[in-house]
């Protein structure tokens, strides 16, 4: 791997080393181009989208194009996978539990049935007798049922970093600096990106900077519209080492004080094992900027958490360990799932930055990788992106609001 800083012009300038900025780096330069990673932090950080330990994969998606996306991700997972010893991707499972069709819940299960039974993705109907009887969720009301869907499960964040990491260094084509933070980005006949400790030059830019994208895009006029939303997480250590469970949703009816979304994972080897992670799928600390941070986890957010564990699951300690969060941002549009598009303006109209953000994306890291070098080389890619463009993407547009919305 070339570490040395230089001035040289680079086919490819990455700025931000996370799982999608790497994933690209590898793709791209098993395709020849010379590349520079730039990331304003150290490697494996725990500042933006990627922070933690475990993601879950799934399938189902009440959108057609997602459910997709997520089968024609396998084969890239797959593919990473031969590179690693551990394991990256668990086939536990996914289910999802709660009510079917209401207002309150947006219809997710319904509609994810639906695309599922389009699509032919296999899956199990459940009762709500019989997701008590088999995965031992307390207290479910009687109008709750579900589905099991065998093909999900728990991503390994650190290991699937890690291992892309690998795969760039094991190029003479890829330059890592780390700790050197962006401050501008223009273009003239060339790409030219200034930072704290020098300048460097490409032919294109590939921008995976998640939640501080507009720091870097602004120089366009250019600002996406998304809520940087501060998740919290915690871990529940199981009081019998026998029990597990796969990776789930459920969706509880709203209350004045409770948004209902709550979300967990099996017990997970590489992350606190005996214990199960579990966090709520909604934030009450949502800002515009990531530098607006909290410093600790929102109370209220964990004491529902610890509320709503008390009541639905018996086999784990009530008491939160290892209590964590993560920036997520999210765009404001409730059909938006992700940006990924050109950055063209009047002056420039060529396919030569190109910037990904947002969304709950790790399910889609590696066929993601796959994107961005067919568009960086080719301009144009095999896959449906048409749902992911910059349509929203003007300052004057209204920032919205939806405290009720999913983060994925």
Same mark, same amino acid.
């Given at each position: ?6 001035? *040289? ?33 150290? &490697?494996?950080?725990?500042?933006? /989208? ?22 024609? /991700? ?7 996978? $031969? ?9 536990? !499972? ?74 760039? /260094? ?5 330059? &890592?600096? %780390? ?22 030059? *490409? ?11 507009? $720091? ?7 600002? #996406? ?43 997970? @080897? ?11 799928? %909604? ?8 530098? $607006? ?30 209590? @964590?969060?993560?920036?997520? @941002? ?23 930055? #190109?910037?990904?953000?947002? !969304?709950?994306?790790?399910? %889609? ?44």
């Amino acid at each position: 791997m070339n570490t040395l800083k230089n001035k *040289s012009i680079y086919d490819l300038l990455i700025i931000g080393a996370g799982p999608v900025g790497l994933a690209a780096a590898h793709k791209c330069a098993q395709r020849g181009l010379k590349i520079m990673v730039l990331e304003q932090y150290n &490697f494996l950080n725990q500042f933006s /989208s990627s922070a933690g330990d475990t993601r879950q994969f799934r399938l189902q998606y009440s959108e057609d194009y997602m459910t997709r996306l997520s089968l024609e /991700s396998i084969k890239y997972w797959d593919e990473i996978q $031969e590179h690693s010893k551990d394991i990256l991707r668990t086939k536990v !499972g996914s289910l999802w539990l709660g009510v079917d069709e209401s207002s309150s819940s947006e219809g997710q299960i319904k509609e994810a049935i639906e695309t599922m039974d389009r699509l032919k993705v296999p899956f199990e109907k459940l009762t709500k007798k019989e997701i008590e009887a088999v995965f031992g969720f307390n207290n479910l009301p009687d109008n709750y049922d579900g589905f099991f869907q065998k093909d999900g499960g728990t991503i390994n964040v650190p290991a699937t970093v890690n291992t892309l990491k690998k795969l760039c /260094s094991e190029s003479s084509l890829v330059t &890592f600096l %780390f700790d050197e933070k962006v401050t501008s980005v223009a273009l003239t006949d060339t790409v030219k990106v200034k930072t704290e400790k020098g300048e460097y030059h *490409s032919e294109k830019l590939l921008l995976t900077t998640g939640p501080y994208i507009n $720091e870097l895009i602004n120089g366009f006029n250019l600002e #996406l519209e998304y809520e940087v939303w501060q998740m919290v997480s915690a871990y529940f250590k199981l009081k019998d080492g026998s029990r597990d469970l796969p990776s789930w949703f459920i969706y509880e009816n709203e209350s004045d004080s409770d948004p209902g979304f709550y979300y967990g994972f099996e017990n997970c @080897s590489w992350s606190n094992p005996g214990f199960l992670r579990i966090a709520p799928a %909604f934030a009450t600390d949502r800002f515009k900027k990531p530098g $607006e941070r909290k410093p600790k986890a929102n109370i209220n957010d964990l004491k529902l958490t610890v509320d709503w564990v008390k009541k639905r699951i018996p086999f784990v300690d009530c008491t939160p360990q290892y209590i @964590s969060t993560c920036l997520a @941002s999210i765009p404001t549009k409730t059909s938006k799932k992700m940006f990924l598009d050109f950055i063209t303006t009047t002056v420039n109209q060529n396919k030569n930055i #190109l910037a990904f953000s947002s !969304g709950w994306a790790f399910k %889609f890291v590696p066929l993601l990788g796959k994107i961005c070098a067919d568009l960086l080389i080719d301009g144009q890619t095999q896959y449906d992106i048409s749902h992911f463009n910059f349509n929203d993407k003007f300052k004057d547009e209204r920032f919205q609001i939806n405290k009720r919305r999913l983060p994925f």
